[in-house]
Each structure stands twice: as structure tokens, then as C-alpha cells.
């Protein structure tokens, strides 16, 4: 099965926000700038004007990107989830074995890592070897992570 295709709730919600911002307020705010410049005159040789080009095809593709991605992704709404055993969306504390540091991870979709803002939480795809090590952990598992720069243990303390 494919996980990459699956968001939370929250994460879809933040990339339609995302996409809103990018419509109603950069995007108009580019145009502007375009139309300013263009009033300096001469548009092969002006900065400005090429600039403002470049902003809007940079903002232009990054829409066109997230509403295909948003349309080809699935859904899932994790607050009715158990929390016997960590799931998508989960949030769990979990402690490095080696050195005894705690760090409360949330499992999410690819696609809303780059939406997470969320105070104290490390967000973690659950394609990545670390969100992959821990899904189906109970509290009290260790959790193995198989990552380029060697093993880590992370030791499940609380899922919620």
C-alpha cells in the first residue's frame, strides 16, 4: 500500500489554506509589482518587471502543484484513532536509548510536513525510516530506525 497518498485532516486543511494564501494574497500582490514595473518603461532590460514574472510562474506552479497533489490525496481523520498503538497521525513521546532525550513525534503524511508548525513537535512522514519504525508500536516497544547514518532506538513512552 501506498502512504504517501494519505494526509491528516489537519494537513489537508493547511494545504488549502496554503493554496488560498497563495491565490488571494501573493499572487495579487505579484501582480502589482508587474504592473508597477511595467510602468518603468523599457521590459527587456527591466529588473523589476522580470522579477515579478519570475515570482508569479514560481507562485503559478506551486498552486498548480498543491490542488493536483490535494486531489490525488486521501483523507484520513485521525481523531477517533485508539491510542493503544501508534497509528497515522499519532503523536507519541519516545526516548533515544542512547543518549536518553525525549521527543514528541507526530506520524503524517509526505505532503504535510511542510505545513506542520506545531509547538514542542517534530513532524515525521510516515514514509521516512523514522515514521515507518514507529507505526505499530505499543508504549514500552523500542522502536528501530534504519537510517543512513546508523540504527537508533527510540523507546515508545506515551502515544496520544
Same mark, same amino acid.
Given at each position: 500500500m501506498?502512504? &504517501?497518498?494519505?494526509?491528516?485532516?489537519?494537513?489537508?486543511?493547511?494545504?488549502?489554506?496554503?493554496?488560498?494564501?497563495?491565490?488571494?494574497n501573493e499572487r495579487p500582490e505579484v501582480i502589482k509589482q508587474i504592473a508597477i514595473a511595467r510602468e518603468f518603461g523599457d521590459l527587456s532590460e527591466n529588473a523589476e518587471y522580470k522579477a515579478g514574472k519570475e515570482r508569479q510562474r514560481a507562485i503559478d506552479s506551486e498552486i498548480d502543484y498543491l490542488r493536483r497533489r490535494s486531489a490525488a490525496l486521501k483523507v484520513v481523520d485521525t481523531d477517533n484513532f485508539p491510542k493503544d498503538v501508534l497509528r497515522f497521525g499519532s503523536y507519541c513521546l519516545a526516548e533515544d536509548v542512547s543518549n536518553g532525550e525525549q521527543?514528541?513525534?507526530?506520524?503524517? *503524511?509526505?505532503?504535510?510536513?511542510?505545513?506542520?508548525?506545531?509547538? *514542542?513537535?517534530?513532524?515525521?512522514?510516515?514514509? &521516512?525510516?523514522? *515514521?515507518?519504525?514507529?507505526?505499530?508500536?505499543?508504549?514500552?516497544?523500542?522502536?528501530?530506525?534504519?537510517?543512513?547514518? *546508523?540504527?537508533?532506538?527510540?523507546?515508545?513512552?506515551?502515544?496520544?
Open positions: 501506498d502512504l &504517501s497518498v494519505f494526509i491528516t485532516k489537519q494537513g489537508m486543511e493547511k494545504l488549502q489554506k496554503r493554496i488560498s494564501h497563495l491565490m488571494n521527543i514528541c513525534y507526530r506520524v503524517v *503524511g509526505a505532503e504535510e510536513l511542510n505545513f506542520t508548525d506545531e509547538e *514542542g513537535i517534530q513532524a515525521v512522514s510516515v514514509v &521516512s525510516p523514522i *515514521g515507518n519504525a514507529l507505526l505499530g508500536k505499543k508504549v514500552g516497544q523500542i522502536a528501530v530506525v534504519k537510517a543512513p547514518m *546508523g540504527e537508533r532506538h527510540l523507546k515508545i513512552i506515551e502515544i496520544r
